[in-house]
């Protein structure tokens, strides 16, 4: 066995089956003292609701945390994000004017205050008008000049981002961070905003059982060898495809 890089989403992937959970973060541990493997966390969550989640459930402390749908990366809670990746997301990224384009949808709710975030704007939006909404303001934003990300997760989640600030971007500016190869990195998840994850390289990439329609149906649009899909669900489903890969044994 050998170092890799183990990144994951945290809701209904690293987190819905706490006994699953008990069991693969014990293997990861070990798996970390013995070879010095690196355990990243990467959620849609911002830090607040990050540290909630880590009240409520057991979890490993991670080498690196990815909050807000990969606009920030904190190496240490308390200390302030790397400020090379936020340096990154400041290109093209104008925040008023995301929020003002936004204001003219009535469709759009703006969630919780913790959730906006420097280079993260977040909306609920019924899945009903989705399509159109997120059409139409696909066009205006970019008739304004704004070069951002619109990602629709959940049937009801909408963030809108800097371009450069996906968990897939972040994911491989850690993986050069450390210099660990794709075949060495593993990648899991079960909803929209985690199809940024899938698709930056050869990484290798576990479905969770229980992933959502929205990702199926990319992952079947898009096939690759180097993506498993598993039959279990939640932490049992990592570990499922941890074994496949070879990472364990
Ligand atoms: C988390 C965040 C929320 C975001 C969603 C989808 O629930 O708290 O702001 O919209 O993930 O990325
Ligand atoms: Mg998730």
Same mark, same amino acid.
Request: proline share 3%; charged share 20%; net charge positive.
């Given at each position: 066995m050998a170092k890799f890089l183990f990144v994951t989403d945290l809701d209904n992937t690293l987190v819905g089956d706490d006994q699953a959970l008990e069991k693969l973060n014990k293997k990861l541990n070990q798996h970390r003292q013995e070879y010095d493997t690196k355990?990243?966390?990467?959620t849609g969550r911002s830090l607040t609701l990050y540290q909630q989640l880590a009240q409520e459930k057991n979890l490993l402390i991670p080498d690196a945390l990815v909050?807000?749908?990969?606009?920030?990366?904190?190496y240490h809670i308390g200390d302030d994000p790397d400020p090379n990746w936020s340096a990154q997301m400041t290109i093209g990224w104008d925040r008023e004017l995301v929020i003002n384009t936004a204001s003219?949808?009535?469709? &759009?709710?703006?969630?919780?205050?913790?959730?906006?975030?420097?280079? #993260?704007?977040? !909306?609920?939006? +019924?899945e009903?008008?989705?399509a159109d909404v997120?059409?139409? &303001?696909?066009?205006?934003?970019?008739?304004?000049g704004l070069?951002? #990300?619109?990602? !629709?997760?959940? +049937?009801?989640?909408?963030d809108i981002?800097?371009?450069?600030?996906?968990?897939?971007?972040?994911?491989?500016?850690?993986r050069q961070h450390w210099g660990i190869e794709a075949s060495q990195t593993v990648v899991c998840g079960d909803s929209g905003n985690d199809i940024a994850l899938f698709s930056v390289d050869r990484e290798r990439g576990i479905i969770v059982g229980n992933a959502l329609p929205e990702l199926l149906r990319w992952c079947e649009i898009n096939p690759a060898?180097?993506?498993?899909?598993?039959?279990?669900?939640?932490?049992?489903g990592i570990l499922e495809g941890l074994y496949y890969f070879g990472f364990f044994k």
């Open positions: 355990i990243v966390y990467i909050t807000a749908v990969g606009t920030e990366i904190y003219h949808f009535a469709d &759009l709710t703006p969630q919780s205050d913790t959730e906006q975030r420097p280079f #993260k704007v977040s !909306y609920f939006l +019924s009903v008008v989705a997120l059409f139409e &303001l696909e066009n205006l934003l970019q008739k304004r070069n951002v #990300k619109l990602i !629709y997760s959940g +049937s009801k989640d909408l981002i800097p371009r450069r600030g996906n968990k897939g971007a972040a994911m491989q500016f850690l060898d180097y993506r498993y899909l598993a039959k279990s669900h939640y932490a049992a």
